[in-house]
């Protein structure tokens, strides 16, 4: 009787063991439902140009992350739609499931890896320092007493708060909705200084000429990768592997080129 | 639970730090929108029709148009033609207009609501215009419009809150910050606790004037 107890109980618990095994081990169906839903969601800060903003004609989202979201798309075999979103809760609404995708020139952090996944990255980013052009600031020290502007959530805030020395020199950190809001103020001088992406500072340069200059310092450099939930293992593998495809063929080159001139997708 | 406190201390905190401009951009609006509406609203009512149309204009202009795009307009729009002004500026101008416009308008319909018969009666007693309005007719119109007037303080805190837009620090936005650090609705829920509290006191203290108001009917 004692020994059909102890051999029930060694059953129940092999078999318990064999369940949470499997259960491990399955692979979730996020790539299933996508490919079952025929499209997936790209939740986008839409006042990011070049990465993704709203062009002239018929005020549809462009610019790079755009082309680039719409070309794996393809190769996934389903469409895309693009959902603006506020930047600073972006994750929230990643994580909550009203997107499926951060894809929009999102840096990879540390902070950011503990609550979602990202793809490998595809492009290497410098957070720069951005003054007016007839402004004699030059080097970080000389920010000392001074306004500098960035957007809120952004990692231009995380790596102002990584350089904690210069933080404190500073009178006053201004934060904006956006980058575009940032470099206006910057116009106005009511800033003195502007810290942002430098994909998207050199295209705002490009865009108003001679109105701004970049100091030969930076605040560190930082790689951009797709922001996705972190269960969804199997639409990760699948994109990360549409990216690599990209990434080395001719389509992923002309993509770049289109936007910045040169291919600067990383290999 | 102990860290959970801690933690609730120190956002409300922090919170805190940031309703110090949603507190200083309300008063400065208050202070100056009330008697800019008072002043306002006698020149709507006046024999000029000029002045009329100007002010008719004015209340269309800003009554008619989001705070928020006029918020923009200020303080953008404005720096692009050169004139440049400071964050606080900017916004403190924009919510005295804005407000002054609203507040015109309900006193306007305030006089109007007087009876014409207090104004012969006055004449009656050798009042001039302005002995007339002071002794007799604003009195009246104060009582009278203390709802409205509440109605526009209540909604003045909560619209502080669009401020963000020019990258200022208010309640919300440090709420926001929070949010945004922390992935949690903690802050929101203390930002909200914050903004009662404020129009709590903001309803007794109208609370309080209508009851001292409330002698002359």
């Given amino acids: 009787m004692k020994r059909s107890i102890v051999t029930l109980v060694s059953l129940l618990i092999s078999a318990l063991f064999i369940v949470s095994c499997t259960k491990d081990s399955a692979k979730d169906k996020s790539l299933e439902q996508i490919k079952a839903k025929g499209y997936f969601v790209v939740g986008l800060d839409d006042q990011f140009p070049p990465m993704g903003f709203r062009g002239t004609d018929n005020n549809e989202i462009i610019g790079f992350d755009i082309d680039l979201a719409k070309e794996a798309a393809k190769r996934l075999g389903v469409r895309v739609e693009f959902k603006p979103v506020a930047w600073d809760g972006i994750i929230f609404s990643l994580n909550k499931g009203d997107i499926d995708v951060v894809w929009n020139g999102m840096t990879i952090t540390e902070e950011r890896k503990q609550k979602i996944e990202f793809s490998k990255p595809y492009l290497n980013n410098r957070q720069i320092i951005m003054v007016a052009a007839d402004s004699n600031i030059t080097s970080k020290d000389m920010l ?10 952004s990692s231009s805030e995380n790596a102002l708060n990584e350089a904690a020395d210069l933080k404190k020199s500073l009178k006053d950190v201004k934060k904006y909705e956006n980058n575009t809001l940032a470099l206006m103020d910057l116009a106005a001088k009511r800033v003195d200084a502007v810290i942002i992406d430098e994909i998207v500072g050199r295209w705002n340069m490009a865009k108003k000429p001679g109105a701004f200059k970049v100091l030969k310092e930076d605040l560190g450099t930082e790689l951009y990768g797709v922001g996705i939930r972190k269960n969804d293992i199997t639409f990760k593998e699948a994109l990360d592997k549409v990216l690599d495809e990209i990434k080395n063929d001719k389509v992923g080159e002309e993509i770049s080129k289109k936007w910045f001139g040169e291919n600067i997708l990383l290999k | 639970m102990e860290s959970y406190i801690k933690y609730l201390l120190d956002s409300t905190i922090f919170i805190l730090e940031g309703s110090v401009l949603t507190v200083k951009l309300y008063a400065v609006t208050i202070i100056f929108a009330i008697p800019f509406g008072i002043i306002l609203a006698l020149m709507k009512i006046s024999r000029f029709k000029t002045l009329r149309y100007l002010i008719s204009f004015y209340t269309w202009v800003f009554r008619g148009t989001p705070l928020l795009l006029q918020l923009f307009f200020t303080y953008y729009g404005l720096s692009i033609i050169g004139i440049t002004l400071q964050p606080f500026t900017a916004a403190a101008l924009t919510f005295v207009v804005n407000y002054s416009a609203y507040l015109t308008e309900i006193y306007r319909a305030g006089i109007e609501s007087i009876d014409k018969g207090q104004y012969e009666a006055a004449r009656a007693l050798n009042m001039d215009y302005f002995q007339t309005m002071r002794r007799i007719i604003l009195p009246q119109v104060v009582r009278r419009t203390i709802p409205p007037t509440c109605n526009e303080a209540i ?63």
């Fill in chain 1, 144 to 153: 000392k007493g001074k306004i500098v502007g960035l957007q809120l959530g």
């Fill in chain 2, 155 to 217: 909604t003045l805190v909560k619209d502080t809150a669009l401020v963000v837009v020019l990258g200022m620090g208010d309640l919300l936005r440090s709420a926001k910050e929070l949010f945004s650090r922390d992935f949690a609705i903690t802050p929101f829920a203390i930002a909200a606790v914050l903004y009662l509290l404020m129009t709590t006191v903001i309803v007794y203290f109208f609370r309080k004037i209508e009851d001292k108001y409330s002698v002359y009917e």
